[in-house]
């Protein structure tokens, strides 16, 4: 079992920035994919952004050149920074991990809140 707990949301206004930061613990996640995912009231979870086990990266169109995921295996830690906020981008924000086709594990997550 893989547990996660994100951390680092909060109220910002827009143009701001915030780190989100998800620690797992239960096992290493070191060759798990890692993203961030969000819901905003009303609306389906996305994908925000995903690395994968050896670094390479991918993010929804909507937050290219401002957010940026990073991973820090050592310490079991998924990061998300985030530039130059819009109202747009409030939502709870989650952490996930997974490996093959059964291994699937998500965090409660943080919110996230722009004010314009």
């Known amino acids: 079992q893989v547990q996660l707990v994100e951390s680092g949301g909060g109220l910002v206004p827009a143009g701001g920035s915030l780190r989100l930061s998800c620690a797992a613990s239960?096992?290493?996640?070191?060759?798990?994919?890692m993203g961030w995912y969000r819901q905003a009231p009303g609306k389906q979870r996305e994908p925000v952004a995903t690395v994968s086990s050896g670094g390479i990266t991918d993010y929804v169109d909507s937050v290219k050149g401002r957010f940026t995921i990073s991973r820090d295996n050592a310490k079991n830690t998924l990061f998300l920074q985030m530039n130059s906020l819009k109202p747009e981008d409030t939502a709870v924000y989650l952490c996930n991990a997974r490996r093959d086709l059964w291994l699937d594990y998500w965090g409660q997550g943080t919110q996230v809140t722009v004010s314009s």
């Open positions: 239960g096992r290493a996640v070191s060759t798990y994919i």
